[in-house]
């Protein structure tokens, strides 16, 4: 998709518009992220983040038994509880980065700070991008 130039339309709509349509424009051409990494473990693999300016977080959780992430698995298929800080109920979550064959499902109705998650295998390490 092309997407114009609204400097091309200043002489034609009143300044308030134009400012939208800029503001439209900057995010279709991509100014949306999800975050940026902070950190990264002993491996190079990223494992800290920043909120970007969309409306989600990305968390690292390790392998049982791992220290370089603020969260860990405890034990396969049980849930561990993570801080998303969205200060809203988050509509759901994806795996954005994981280094083995892994699912990881909600166990419990999330709120306004926390949500649930439990892997299936607790040796994955696990980025997930809460939204």
């Known amino acids: 998709m092309r997407v114009l130039n609204p400097q091309h339309m200043q002489a034609d709509i009143e300044s308030e518009h134009l400012r939208w349509l800029q503001s439209v424009t900057k995010t279709l051409n ?11 473990n002993a491996a190079g693999v990223y494992n800290e983040f920043e909120q970007g300016n969309s409306s989600g977080v990305l968390i690292r959780i390790g392998a049982h038994g791992t220290t370089e992430q603020k969260y860990t698995w405890g034990a ?3 849930g561990i509880p993570v801080n998303h800080t969205l200060r809203r109920q988050p509509i759901g979550f994806k795996i954005v980065d994981k280094d083995k064959s892994v ?26 991008y809460i939204f």
């Open 103 to 128: 699912d990881v499902y909600r166990t419990a109705v999330p709120d306004t700070n926390i949500i649930t998650v439990a892997p299936t295998d607790n040796t994955a390490n696990v980025t997930l």
């Open 76 to 78: 396969s298929n049980v």
């Open 30 to 40: 991509g100014s949306v992220d999800m975050g940026a990494p902070t950190s990264k």
